[in-house]
């Protein structure tokens, strides 16, 4: 599949793991097969715009979110690979990450 089918199945796993959700819950709220989840998130299926909002509704994220930043950066990307990972995570925790990267760096300058 194509490379953007991948980043978004990527990033609904990260999101879905993220709020403690099974593919199977996940596929209930959304109104969506379990199977076909598992697809996306695989970046085997070229979801439609239709599941992917429901996919994302059931998550509680807005298709903005989902698809942030998409096409911004080079496939690959460190930062990007940053930037999903961190998004993917409870504000609390994003700024629990950000807090020790600012350590990280202060203690690279010294």
Request: include cysteine; aromatic fraction near 6%.
């Amino acid at each position: 599949m194509s490379e953007i089918s991948k980043i978004i199945g990527q990033r609904v796993r990260n999101y879905r793991t993220s709020k403690g959700l099974s593919q199977e819950k996940l596929a209930e709220l959304s109104g969506c097969h379990p199977t076909y989840i598992g697809q996306v998130e695989r970046g085997e299926k070229n979801a439609t715009l239709e599941s992917i909002e429901k996919i994302s509704s059931a998550m509680g994220i807005s298709l903005s979110q989902l698809f942030e930043k998409l096409g911004e950066s080079e496939t690959g990307s460190i930062p990007l690979k940053c930037y999903e990972l961190i998004a993917s995570k409870s504000k609390p925790d994003q700024e629990q990450i950000y807090k020790i990267l600012v350590e990280l760096d202060k203690y690279k300058n010294i």
